[in-house]
Structures are given as C-alpha cells and as structure tokens.
C-alpha cells in the first residue's frame, strides 16, 4: 500500500484547504483510514478517521473539519474550515491494511505528509 497525500499551503486564519490522499495497492473499502497531525515539538496525534462509514474526530476540530473517502477513487479527504493558527503542523494520511510480508492483517501504512500553515 502506497498513499500520496496532498493540498496543504499557506492559508489565513478562517480560511479552508482540502487535503487528499491516494490510495494505491492492497486496500479495501472497509479498511480504517485516518488524517494525524504534527506540530513543531509535538507527538503525531489523531485529527480525524473513517472505517466502513463511521467517522471520529479530534474534539479540537469538531465542527470544522470533515473527513470523507471516495472509494471508487481510493482517495481520502480532510475539507478543513474555519482554520486556525494553532491547525498549523505537518498533515499525515494512515491506512490500516494486511501486509502479507509480515504476516499481519493490521499494518499501518503512513504517507509522506502535507503541510499546513494558517497565519494570523
């Protein structure tokens, strides 16, 4: 499983960007995919995930950001709004898939990150 993630730039404080991430290899429609986050000097945390329909959320987003997955396009998005300065880190996809290699049905799979920046 490979996963191109893209969309971050540079955006002001309320604004929106969309990220997107694409999928390829081994990986089903029912396989969990989600968006993390890190800032500068902070740990990669959960920002938004979906698994067969069912979405979460980061309480520090609710309301602002909708995580959603095109399936026949095997892409994940992040449409992002009302941004704010503190949003600003580097923007992770992650799929949990089978590899077969290390005989394991629940890998994650991380893309190479996108960064966000929101200016005040």
């Known amino acids: 499983v490979q996963l191109q993630a893209s969309g971050g730039g540079l955006v002001q404080a309320g604004g929106s960007l969309r990220l997107s991430c694409a999928a390829s290899?081994?990986?089903?429609?029912?396989?969990?995919m989600g968006w993390y986050r890190q800032g500068p000097g902070n740990r990669r945390l959960l920002v938004a995930s979906?698994?067969?329909?069912?979405?979460n959320y980061a309480d520090s987003v609710k309301g602002r950001f909708t995580v959603s997955r095109d399936n026949a396009k095997n892409t994940l998005y992040l449409q992002m709004n009302s941004l704010k300065p503190e949003d600003t880190a580097v923007y992770y996809c992650k799929a949990r898939a089978p590899n077969l290699q290390i005989g394991t049905m629940e890998y994650d799979y991380w893309g190479q990150g996108t960064l966000v920046t929101v200016s005040s």
């Open positions: 979906i698994s067969s329909g069912i979405t």
């Open positions: 290899g081994d990986i089903l429609p029912n396989n969990a």
